[in-house]
């Protein structure tokens, strides 16, 4: 497994922006595999925000997030990041990275991910 350490995250305003990275270090090789977002709200079950493949070919979004964040990676950093914006209240979680468990996982599943950063908080104010 690798080490990710999410930073990024804060309180902004409704109507704002953040972007978050997650660095990755120690275990496998980073450019080879899938990475994603998630997020979890109080009182509610963790969800998919984002993914993208190990070269970047391919993204997916969460229906609630298309269209105002974006999934990227720089390999050559080992860091994968989610610029965030017109962010809405509704986006106030703990949001955590992830790197899937196989090669050429394309999933929204949290159980295809098998290692995952300590969170960081991004909190929305109306």
């Known amino acids: 497994q690798v080490q990710l350490v999410e930073s990024g995250g804060g309180l902004v305003q409704a109507g704002g922006s953040l972007r978050l990275s997650c660095a990755a270090s120690?275990?496998?090789?980073?450019?080879?595999?899938?990475m994603g977002w998630f997020r979890q709200a109080p009182g509610k079950e963790r969800e998919f925000v984002a993914f993208i493949t190990r070269s970047g070919g391919n993204t997916d979004y969460a229906d609630s997030v298309k269209g105002r964040f974006t999934i990227s990676r720089d390999n050559s950093r080992n860091t994968v990041y989610l610029q965030m914006n017109s962010l809405k209240p509704e986006d106030t979680a703990v949001y955590y990275c992830?790197?899937?468990?196989?090669?050429?996982?394309?999933?929204?599943?949290?159980?295809?991910?098998?290692?995952w950063g300590q969170g960081t908080q991004v909190t929305v104010s109306s």
């Open positions: 120690t275990g496998r090789t980073f450019s080879m595999y899938t």
């Open positions: 992830a790197q899937a468990r196989s090669i050429a996982t394309m999933s929204r599943r949290a159980s295809d991910f098998d290692s």
